[in-house]
């Protein structure tokens, strides 16, 4: 692969990527995306070059077994009906460990609203672990590279958004944030042609409140 693309919704995501990476890098880019998977689509249709691609951020838990500050690495990103797999998640998750980043592997769900309440246990007796809002687009246009989709657990069944505890939750999750980058330069120096994408299948479908 030449080089790495990490892309990340929020302006606060992407310049905790920036400030973890290693100073004198080079082929790793990291941009914003901006919230949403219209937004994300727009950025996946100038997808171009050879770049292996990475999408991380915040993300919110949909399986009980994760908790505020927990690492997910997609197995699996579920999107519009369709499944991109992430076969080099393991590898992924080795290196997180390694670096005192232990994570979980599983798969994530993209929407196009924040999941709440009975949409997250749904989403749970379907299998998912986590949720977000900009994967699925992104790994649609990523097919064929080397695919990884990471994201730091903000909030929870137990613990949602708009808590007085999310705040800190966030302020942890942005220190992760910065241990990853290093990680992810490895993790794409480390991929190849034999972690290539499989075919993304059909096998999934949303709930009625989620993308169509």
């Keep these: 692969m030449n080089g790495l693309l990490i892309c990340a919704a929020l302006g606060i995501e992407a310049r905790a990527i920036r400030r973890g990476l290693p100073a004198h ?28 691609v990475a999408v991380v951020g915040f993300g919110g838990a949909v399986d009980r077994s994760l908790r505020p500050g927990d690492v997910l690495v997609a197995s699996e990103v579920r999107f519009g009906g369709r499944v991109h797999p992430c076969p080099s998640a393991p590898l992924l998750a080795g290196e997180l460990a ?47 590279r080397p695919l990884a989709a990471v994201r730091v657990i903000v909030d929870t069944p137990e613990a949602p958004l708009l808590r007085p505890a999310t705040l800190a939750h966030g302020l942890a999750a942005r220190r992760t944030l910065r241990a990853i980058g290093p990680v992810l330069v490895r993790w794409a120096a480390a991929t190849g042609p034999r972690l290539t994408n499989a075919p993304e299948t059909e096998h999934f479908s949303l709930p009625k409140e989620s993308l169509p």
Excluded at 25 to 45: K, S, Y
Excluded at 125 to 130: D, K
Aim: proline share 5%; hydrophobic share 45%; glycine share 14%.
């Design 25 to 52: 890098r080079t082929g790793t880019r990291v941009i914003a995306t901006g919230i949403g998977p219209r937004r994300a689509a727009r950025v996946a249709a100038r997808l171009g070059g050879q770049e292996a």
């Design 98 to 144: 390694r670096a005192g980043l232990p994570a979980k592997v599983g798969p994530l769900v993209t929407a196009d609203h924040v999941v709440r309440g009975a949409e997250r246990r749904r989403l749970a007796a379907m299998g998912a672990y986590a949720v977000d809002m900009e994967t699925g687009p992104l790994a649609r246009a990523a097919a064929g």
